[in-house]
């Protein structure tokens, strides 16, 4: 057994003990002040997310029934491959790509400084600079294949994918911070229109070849992980407890399609330029029915049949 394993399985344990402990506290609690409660379960999920992280991990690291199922999910997604779809999830993946969701992170932060909602901005800032940290040391120690040969170098690791992490951190922090700002209808909208961009993402990353199903499922558990820590952040601003004016959600609409609409075309070529081959290859050929990742520093080997 790896030393990697082992130590994934040791930490599997410190986060799903303690989060059950918190879980079953804020359960019984009942009675107690609501905020308190409030921020218990947030402890748990944020928890339970992590704990549900490592365990894809070790299922992957052991080889067991989780590697199965990436092929299975990776293959029939192949098997119904199309051209509008292929078009749709070059689209999607290349509207969460760095630039833009770095570049949106930024200017919603300037307008949350402007409002003075300081918190809500520090928030969101630490949230996705967590999330461009967290990935490629993940990546790094995991040490996993993606499915196609596309990346090379530090690129070529898997797990967990960065495209999920930050889309799932994002838009919950987003949703949250609209929540505030839009009752009803608005704000059912935004949650829902949010969610739909989450899981496009996710599924693009999958068909494009860029990653297995595990890798997106632990980057949407390691997102939401950091989106409710920032959610939680910014819940301790005073005037969190008051919602603000309805155009500040129409604003943080506005800029997110501004972004995509300035540099979704050229991030959409570029996307194009890598994906484009790949997509064109015979289904068989671009699905590798196992993980190949070893000990941290060992080398990639190129997968069987690709």
Not at 169 to 188: D, E, F
Not at 276 to 288: K, M, S
Request: glycine letters at 10%.
């Amino acid at each position: 057994m790896s030393l990697t394993l082992l130590a994934t399985e040791a930490c599997l344990g410190l986060t799903l003990i303690p989060g059950l402990a918190l879980g079953l506290l804020a359960l019984k609690r009942r009675d107690a002040d609501g905020g308190a409660r409030r921020r218990l379960l947030h402890l748990t999920l944020i928890l339970l997310l992590i704990a549900g992280l490592l365990a894809l991990a070790v299922g992957i690291l052991a080889h067991t029934f989780v590697v199965r199922i990436d092929a299975f999910a990776a293959q029939a997604l192949f098997d119904h491959r199309a051209p509008w779809l292929d078009r749709l999830m070059m689209l999607m993946s290349a509207l969460g790509d760095g630039r833009a969701r770095t570049t949106a992170t930024i200017l919603l932060v300037a307008f949350l400084l402007w409002r003075r909602r300081y918190r809500w901005a520090l928030a969101l800032g630490l949230v996705m600079v967590a999330a461009a940290v967290l990935t490629p040391t993940l990546k790094t120690i995991f040490h996993l294949a993606r499915p196609s040969l596309l990346y090379s170098g530090a690129d070529a690791f898997s797990f967990p994918s960065g495209h999920a992490t930050s889309a799932a951190a994002l838009y919950l922090v987003l949703t949250w911070i609209v929540g505030r700002s839009t009752a009803g209808l608005g704000r059912v909208l935004f949650a829902a229109l949010a969610l739909t961009i989450v899981l496009l993402t996710a599924l693009s990353r999958i068909y494009l070849g860029a990653h297995w199903l595990s890798d997106v499922l632990a980057g949407l558990a390691l997102g939401a992980a950091l989106g409710l820590g920032g959610v939680l952040l910014a819940s301790g601003d005073d005037r969190a407890a008051t919602l603000g004016e309805a155009w500040h959600g129409a604003v943080i609409v506005a800029v997110l399609l501004g972004v995509a609409l300035v540099l979704g075309p050229k991030a959409y070529a570029k996307a194009e330029r890598l994906y484009a081959p790949y997509l064109g290859r015979p289904a068989n050929r671009v699905v590798d029915p196992g993980h190949l990742g070893g000990a941290p520093g060992d080398r990639i080997i190129s997968p069987p049949g690709v």
